[in-house]
């Protein structure tokens, strides 16, 4: 079965740089976009980054663009998000997320802290 395994969250200071990684699992990682989501206490959960399965093409959330770059190894598995210029409105619990089968899958988020 499909399964997203998220790491690399924690406490970081205004201005800081943090790399989340997730690992996938039961699919055919190479050929499906994978997506980075963030949602915050009391807000929605909202789309941060996308990339297609080539690599080469993504999409941003305006808040995020210049300050974070999604990436991924189709070799791995793994697809990661690389946040540098850390605001505090960053903090929230970030999610994998890809769709297959019709079906949204996500992982079990991994809490991202910005904060002095």
């Known amino acids: 079965q499909v399964q997203l395994v998220e790491s690399g969250g924690g406490l970081v200071q205004p201005g800081g740089s943090l790399r989340l990684s997730c690992a996938a699992s039961g699919f055919t990682f190479y050929n499906y976009p994978m997506s980075w989501y963030r949602q915050a206490p009391g807000k929605q959960r909202e789309l941060v980054a996308r990339?297609?399965?080539?690599?080469?093409?993504?999409n941003y959330a305006e808040s995020v663009k210049g300050r974070f770059t999604v990436s991924r190894d189709n070799a791995k598995n793994t697809v990661y998000l690389q946040m540098n210029s850390l605001k505090s409105e960053d903090t929230a619990v970030y999610y994998c997320?890809?769709?297959?089968?019709?079906?949204?899958?996500w992982g079990q988020g991994t809490q991202v802290t910005v904060s002095s």
């Open positions: 997320n890809t769709i297959y089968s019709g079906r949204n899958y």
């Open positions: 990339i297609f399965s080539s690599g080469v093409t993504t």
